[in-house]
């Protein structure tokens, strides 16, 4: 059975102190609600990782995600960090094409399977990024942006490797805006992504594929987007940051 992953993405907020306290807070209030194949992910800044890695450390079924990493094993990257130094502290995951970094960073296709292979190479699990802007989906070319980015993005990857990513389905228009795709919206690209792995894979990839959804996730529309048959959970930016909210989102599994 493929796993329910509620995953959050604390992005650019919160200082050391700020973000150790609601880690803590999280683990206290997730740690019995998390069971069998349901996982919760906290993916912080750098700056809290080896901490919030040691305090998961014990706790079933929580684990900890980066944000990024650079592509190259080391060397002369002033500001980046790398996916073996990240996985040094103990983290499991690493969030990659999420549409600020293709936006703001100019981070393409291509640079995101560098990216891709260079977290596999190293244990991490990718929780790679797919979704459409506003122009993209007016104009009803939707299907056809998310299978390039697929394409280019992960489908180079043999089986084994594909089984360890995560897909998340996050289009650009309902990201940090308040709008959020309807439950038949998202169902719609959920079923198409999951066509689109086995076409390219086989049935049983396709099945055990964990594909979230995001974009404007709260405690009040959760439920609704998580009951439907191709969604396996959601990666939660905004309502990650208050512990209730994250909280009542992972509760909706139960
Ligand atoms: C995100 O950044 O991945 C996200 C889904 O943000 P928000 O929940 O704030 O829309």
Redesign the pocket.
Known sequence: MRKKIVAG?W?MNLNYEEGVSLFSEIVNMVKDEVVGTQEVIVCSPFIHLPTVAKLSENVKNVNIGSQNIHQAESGAFTGEISASQVKSVGVEYVILG?S?RRAYFAESDALLAEKTNAALKHDLKPIF?IGETKEERESGKFFDVIKTQLTNGVFHLSKEEFAKVVLAY?PVW????GLTASPEQAQEVHAFIRETVENQYDAEIAENTTILY????NPSNASTLFSQKDIDGG?????SLKSRDFLDIVKVFN
Do not use: W, Y
């Open positions: 993405n992005k999420h600020e990024c996050e309902a990201i940090g805006t995001g974009g404007s996730c990666l939660i930016g905004g309502a």
